[in-house]
């Protein structure tokens, strides 16, 4: 991954340590992948299965426009840190808890750590991201955000039947967030120096006045609403994939997971340098249209064949579409909002993950099969599709800034 002279450097230490932190994160909540389904082996009320899935990232979209103002490169590390001290207790917590009420207040708990910890990391690595190579470092952060659903979700299902349950993996994976803690030790001193070389803008939290200008910007709006269906759409495939893989009794859920994560990554590994060369907003569009198709086809995938073959091709269209989405907004972004608009797209993220397993398990609480709920999410593509669609000039100057 050689670099020219004449190119921003992307691949500093600062920027690949801050994504091996961002991995730590995920790779904590990625092990949740079946918790709809482990909340019934511990009785937990079909009524309560789907809000206490919606709850974390509830709790993480309630409070992030609060913490969002407050929240500039100056704390940024100290939140980190304390952030990743508090997702260990969290994880831990799983191995005692079984009631509703106790569910309800750790889910809070866990969904307000994790929106500190992406949110602080996000206010740190944007400043490492030169504009030029915006396609290929929001790649590089997806892949880190990604990497963990390649390798949890298998190794858990190979690791269950030598467990007592999901909850001594769910402590488990609290591992990670002692390895980030331990790499940020190391990284402290190269971020002090790095912001003393910032400029003061970049420094300072944003004003109100500055965010109620930037949420005027038509582009940013448009795309963090596309945003916002996209991830609606991922969320109902992550939480209910596995009970919908169940009813059809094609293939292992596992299994689809390792090769979606898998295809995703290396679109993003290989082909992230064509993100900053080809039409943004085309190639956007073209992965969204894909998305659709292979939501549409899954809930009546009646072979193996058909149904790993649309793990491909889902990782295929997640891996240029949601990096594509991130740069987009990026680079419709005034430089002092970049952080802001970018942590944004996890509140949209938190809203998606937040609404989805609500609503999908109230929709099978009343009768609907799980086929249903992945044609709902194929409505949200469609929506997405038709804004990325709608001409936009700061997204039109943004797909030729490069």
């Known amino acids: 991954m050689s670099e020219s002279t004449n190119t921003p450097r992307l691949w500093t230490f600062e920027f690949l340590s801050l994504c091996l932190v961002v991995m730590a994160a995920f790779g904590n909540v990625s092990v949740f992948y079946g918790f709809y389904h482990y909340l019934g082996t511990i009785d937990i009320p079909v009524v309560w299965r789907g809000f206490l899935v919606g709850l974390e990232p509830m709790a993480a979209f309630i409070l992030r426009l609060a913490v969002l103002p407050w929240l500039h490169v100056r704390n ?6 304390a952030s990743l001290v508090l997702l260990i207790l969290c994880s831990c917590s799983y191995l005692w808890v079984f009631t509703v009420p106790a569910m309800i207040v750790l889910r809070i708990v866990h969904g307000a750590t994790f929106m500190l910890l992406t949110s602080a990391a996000i206010s740190l690595i944007v400043n490492f991201i030169p504009k030029e190579r915006s396609g290929q470092g929001f790649g590089t952060l997806s892949v880190a955000t990604m990497l963990p659903y390649a390798v949890i979700p298998p190794l858990c299902e190979a690791l269950l039947p030598r467990v007592r349950g999901e909850a001594d993996l769910y402590a488990g994976v609290s591992v990670f967030s002692v390895i980030a803690i331990g790499l940020l ?18 420094l300072r939290r944003p004003s109100m006045s500055e965010i109620r200008r930037n949420f005027r910007i038509r582009a940013v709006l448009l795309l963090l609403s596309a945003t916002l269906l996209a991830y609606m759409a991922h969320a109902t495939f992550f939480y209910f994939l596995k ?8 293939g292992n859920v596992g299994l689809f997971f390792t090769i979606f994560t898998t295809t995703m990554i290396a679109v993003r590994v290989f082909g992230g340098f064509l993100f900053d060369r080809l039409d943004k907003r085309r190639f956007l569009m073209a992965g969204l249209a894909l998305l659709g198709l292979c939501l549409f086809i899954l809930p009546w995938a009646s072979t193996p064949s058909v149904y790993y073959g649309l793990a491909g091709l889902y990782g295929l269209s997640v891996g240029v579409s949601l990096p594509l989405l991130n740069a987009l907004l990026f680079t419709a972004s005034p430089p002092s909002l970049r952080g802001l608009n970018t942590n ?24 609907a099969g799980f086929g249903v709920l992945f044609h709902v999410s194929l409505g949200f593509v469609a929506l997405s599709l038709v804004m990325i ?14």
């Open 185 to 202: 030790v190391l990284l402290r001193r190269r971020l002090t120096g790095a912001m003393r070389d910032m400029d003061g803008a970049l």
């Open 389 to 402: 669609a709608v001409p936009s000039e700061s997204m039109t100057l943004s797909t030729k800034s490069q």
């Open 243 to 250: 009970d919908l893989s169940l009813e059809l009794r094609t």
């Open 76 to 81: 940024a590390y100290s939140v980190l840190t």
């Open 344 to 367: 944004m797209t996890l509140f949209t993220l938190d809203l998606a993950y937040c609404l989805m397993p609500y609503l999908g398990g109230m929709l099978v609480a009343f009768g």
